[in-house]
């Protein structure tokens, strides 16, 4: 299969476009670690993908918590020794809030900006030096087109999509 015997992290996996992620490289032999805050989607991920036959682990993770995305590296190392792939997934965004510009809450801007871009640049921290010894990595940064597009809303969202 085309990933037999690669490992790869994916923040976000217990739901949407990351649990689609799971599911494409899963299924094509890849190990995968379900990196979800999320403790009920992470787990259902992780066991309606091993009822699959799938080798995947959930771990519990705060993306924008740097001590714990490198926890989830070690985590990973310990379980597989290595990290082929890293897929930055993971963001918090809430299209409910007002989220223009002039009227928007700080702490959401601060939400938006530590589950999006400080957690890629946490990730990449952590794997990047792995990946480096092992002459091997692929990283894929989920962005966005509402980072170059504007869109009514998604002010905080769109400003960090556009700086990963």
């Not at 190990?31 to 009920?40: C, F, L, P, R």
């Not at 801007?109 to 010894?133: D, H, I, N, Q, S």
């Not at 091997?136 to 597009?149: H, L």
Request: with cysteine; net charge negative.
């Amino acid at each position: 299969m085309r990933f037999d015997n690669r490992v790869a992290i994916i923040t976000g996996a217990g739901g949407g476009i990351g649990k689609g992620y799971v599911k494409r490289l899963a299924s094509e032999g890849c190990k995968v670690v379900i990196a979800e805050i999320d403790e009920k989607k992470g787990t259902e991920t992780q066991e309606e993908f091993r009822a699959l036959g799938y080798e995947v682990t959930f771990i519990k993770t705060n993306v924008a918590d740097e001590e714990n995305v490198k926890s989830t590296v070690e985590k990973t190392i310990e379980l597989y020794g290595k990290i082929d792939i890293l897929i930055n997934n993971a963001q918090a965004t809430d299209v409910r809030r007002n989220n223009i510009v002039h009227k928007i809450e700080t702490d959401y801007v601060r939400l938006c900006w530590e589950t999006g871009f400080l957690a890629t640049y946490f990730f990449e921290k952590y794997t990047l030096p792995y990946m480096v010894e092992q002459n091997y990595g692929r990283i894929v940064n989920t962005a966005s087109a509402t980072g170059v597009n504007s869109q009514l809303n998604f002010s905080a969202y769109g400003s960090q999509k556009e700086a990963i």
